[in-house]
């Protein structure tokens, strides 16, 4: 038995932004901000979260809550915690506290691509032969890592304020994983993708796939997502996690709705969009039970997910970890909102690795996703205040 303390809520979201310290759990979403601080419990399955949650109390009347990340590997432990204490706010882009808070960290980096960027372009060449063969995966996302090393401790703080005030719209978070060779060890980013939020009776999943890189020069990026919109190797990319997303829900709800796609823009990159609405069946589904249904989605894993899996598992020079996991909060009514962990690092000490992935279907092109992984890495990297070419041979 536990009791969660429930803080007055924040006026500011910048205010919780700044409270934050390693350690600590935060996340911002369009609905809101939370902080949670201290671990009155623990567990490490998203199936557990309700059990877990129903042994609590709590100040608020929505009981007390649960915030954390799950790994990419569903075998793999996870690492949700039950804070001591939480603190609320308004979202960030109500609070009219603009983004006077971004400063770059201190370098200078070194930076090691895992694989070499030539090794990954050969990794998509090995799945296009995989897909060929018509045997295994439809769809295989492969991704590559960005191993940065600084001067001294990383800020934690200064990258989340700086991700999260470059996006006051978008889903920012950190999360505590397990220690790493005694550093605390922190998943932090800014990821575009909704894996699932449930509120009441209604869900909303809102899958990402198929991408195109934005321009400065409007008539460029105009192009550039028109271009994406009619693409046809885009949209059966896209297709093949709506389809993977809607199953997933279907059991559990009574409507879905599943509209066309659409585009959605981050700093840097376009994306098709379906933001997919439905009613649940019993609306007291956990929000942390959904999103174990629905993960890996092929958005981050390909399909069929055993077959996509594999041939990750055959090419991927590296351990995923919590990139490409989830990351989210639930209260004890199973309300709650979970990301999936794209456009992140996990940072310990002074090194973060970076992460990067994209779809590759029939049609894909290997040195076209290779420049796609490199767009995406630079969420990270502009928030770290990096602006340099990251596919030139490292000495
Ligand atoms: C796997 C990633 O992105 C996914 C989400 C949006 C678009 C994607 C794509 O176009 O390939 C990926 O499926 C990543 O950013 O590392």
Redesign the pocket.
């Known amino acids: 038995m536990f009791h969660q303390r429930t803080e007055p809520a924040a006026k500011a979201a910048g205010d919780l932004l700044d409270a934050y310290r390693p350690e600590a759990a935060f996340l911002a979403t369009p609905s809101g901000v939370v902080l949670g601080e201290g671990a009155a419990a623990v567990t490490e399955r998203l199936e557990d979260v309700a059990d877990l949650l129903a042994r609590g109390t709590a100040d608020s009347p929505a009981g007390p809550i649960a915030i954390g990340a799950i790994p990419f590997d569903t075998g793999a432990p996870g690492r949700l915690v039950v804070p001591d204490s939480v603190r609320t706010s308004p979202p960030l882009a109500e609070s009219g506290q603009g983004d006077r808070r971004q400063r770059p960290l201190p370098g200078p980096w070194t930076m090691r691509p895992v694989p070499a960027p030539d090794e990954h372009a050969e990794g998509v060449e090995r799945v296009l032969k995989r897909l060929a063969a018509g045997d295994g995966p439809a769809k295989v996302?492969l991704?590559r890592s960005l191993r940065l090393s600084g001067p001294g401790t990383v800020d934690v703080g200064q990258l989340l304020s700086n991700l999260a005030w470059r996006d006051p719209a978008g889903h920012t978070f950190a999360a505590d994983l397990p220690a790493a060779a005694g550093s605390t060890r922190t998943l932090v980013g800014a990821s575009?993708?909704l894996l699932v939020a449930k509120r009441g009776g209604r869900v909303v999943s809102n899958p990402?796939?198929?991408?195109a890189p934005r321009s400065a020069d409007p008539s460029k990026d105009q192009r550039s997502a028109v271009d994406l919109l009619g693409s046809a190797k885009?949209r059966h990319?896209h297709a093949v996690?709506v389809e993977a997303v809607t199953e997933g829900l279907r059991p559990y709800c009574r409507t879905l709705d599943v509209p066309e796609p659409e585009l959605a823009g981050t700093a840097t990159l376009w994306?098709l969009s379906t933001r997919i609405t439905g009613e649940l069946r019993d609306p007291d589904t956990p929000s942390a039970l959904l999103a174990a249904a629905l993960h890996p989605t092929p958005?981050?894993c390909g399909s069929p997910t055993a077959a996509a899996r594999a041939a990750i598992g055959g090419i991927e020079p590296f351990d995923r970890g919590f990139y490409?996991g989830a990351v989210g909060c639930t209260d004890a009514r199973g309300d709650g909102e979970w990301i999936?962990s794209?456009?992140c690092a996990d940072v310990a000490g002074d090194t973060l690795d970076l992460?990067?992935?994209?779809?590759i279907v029939p049609d894909s092109d290997p040195d076209a996703e290779l420049a796609?992984t490199s767009v995406?890495l630079r969420t990270l990297l502009l928030a770290l205040g990096v602006n340099q070419p990251i596919d030139a041979p490292q000495g």
Request: proline share 4%; charged share 25%; net charge negative.
């Open positions: 996302v991704a575009p993708e990402l796939a198929g991408s885009d990319e996690v994306h958005a981050v490409t999936v794209i456009r992460f990067a992935g994209g779809g796609e995406k």
